[in-house]
C-alpha cells in the first residue's frame, strides 16, 4: 500500500491516540530519558505545540515561517489540563490537514514545499515522541515497519534542509567515506563528500560500506533519531568506529 497525504494522517491519528493514552497512564514529573532534563509533561507540551505550530502553518498557507507567538500557540498550566489541550490540538491538526490540498504549496523546512510534508513530518515527529513517552514509562519502544521504514526515508531526505536549525549537520562532509543503516525492510547507502553527503535505498543484499548499523527496522529508526545509542544491544555495529562516532555526533536533530 503506497504512503500517501490520506494513509499519514490515518497513522498520525493512531500515534496520536497512543501517546494520549500513554501519558494518561503516568506522571507528568516522570522524567523522560531520552530527553535529558525533560519530563513526561514537558513532553506533552512540546508535542503538542509542534501539533498546533504545524496545524496553523497549514491553515493560513504560510508562505514563510511562523512563530507560536504569530499562530498563536498557549501551553496548560495546570496539570489536570494536559489530557484535554494535548486531544484538541491533535484533532485540529488532522482536521486541517484532512480538509488540505496536499499539493498546495506551504512553508516547510524541508525539500518538499507542500502540505503533504506536514502530514509526513507529523507522523515522524508524534511517533518519535511517542517513544520517548514508551521509554519514560518503562516500555519498549516499537513503530510499525512499514512506518519506520519510511520514517528513515523522510529523515535522511531532509537531513541537508536540517542545518537551518542543527548546524552541526554541517560537518557531515568526508572524502566518500560510506554508513549503511541496515533492516530486512531495506538499506540505505549514505556516503559524505567534500561538499555535501548523497543517501540511495541499496539494491544489493550486501552492499560494502566503511561502517554499518544492522538491525529491526525500528531500531535503526530509532538509532537515526537518536533513541538508540552506539552499542545498542538491540543493533549490530561493524567497520569504522570513528565514522560511527562522527555521524551520531553531528547528526542529531
Same mark, same amino acid.
Given at each position: ?34 530527553? $535529558?532534563?525533560?519530563?513526561? !509533561? ?7 505545540? /509542534?501539533?498546533? =505550530? ?11 515561517? *511562523?512563530?507560536?507567538?504569530? /499562530? ?7 496539570? !489536570?489540563?494536559?489530557?484535554? =489541550? ?6 485540529? *491538526?488532522?482536521? /486541517? ?11 516547510? =523546512? ?27 514509562? !518503562? ?11 519510511? !520514517? /528513515? ?18 560537518? *557531515? ?20 563528500? $567534500? ?29 537515526? =533519531? ?26 542529531? *536533530?
Amino acid at each position: 500500500m503506497p504512503w500517501d497525504h490520506g494513509r499519514f494522517c490515518a497513522a498520525l491519528e493512531a500515534e496520536n491516540a497512543a501517546f494520549a493514552a500513554g501519558f494518561a497512564e503516568g506522571d507528568l514529573d516522570e522524567p523522560v530519558p531520552s530527553c $535529558p532534563g525533560w519530563s513526561v !509533561g514537558d513532553l506533552v507540551r512540546h508535542l503538542g505545540g /509542534i501539533h498546533r =505550530w504545524a496545524s496553523g502553518t497549514v491553515r493560513v498557507g504560510a508562505p514563510r515561517r *511562523l512563530s507560536l507567538r504569530e /499562530i498563536g500557540v498557549s501551553f496548560p498550566v495546570v496539570a !489536570g489540563d494536559h489530557a484535554e =489541550w494535548f486531544a484538541e490540538g491533535a484533532g485540529r *491538526l488532522l482536521a /486541517i490537514l484532512r480538509a488540505a490540498d496536499p499539493d498546495a504549496p506551504v512553508w516547510t =523546512w524541508g525539500t518538499d514545499r507542500h502540505v503533504r510534508f506536514w502530514s509526513r513530518r507529523m507522523l515522524h515527529e508524534t511517533a518519535v515522541h511517542r517513544c520517548d513517552l514508551d521509554l519514560a514509562l !518503562g516500555r519498549p519502544p516499537v513503530v510499525a515497519p512499514e512506518g519506520a521504514a519510511d !520514517g /528513515i526515508d523522510e529523515l535522511l531526505g531532509n537531513l541537508e534542509s536540517a542545518a537551518a536549525f542543527a548546524p552541526k549537520i554541517e560537518n *557531515l562532509r568526508g572524502d566518500g567515506e560510506t554508513l549503511l543503516f541496515a533492516a530486512p525492510e531495506g538499506r540505505w547507502l549514505l556516503r559524505l563528500l $567534500p561538499d555535501r553527503f548523497e543517501w540511495t535505498r541499496a539494491d544489493d543484499p550486501a552492499p560494502r560500506a566503511d561502517a554499518v548499523v544492522r538491525g529491526g527496522v525500528s531500531d535503526v529508526f530509532l538509532f537515526l =533519531w537518536g533513541r538508540r545509542k552506539l552499542g545498542d544491544p538491540h543493533l549490530e555495529f561493524s567497520g569504522d568506529d570513528d565514522l560511527l562516532v562522527h555521524w551520531v555526533e553531528n547528526s542529531a *536533530l
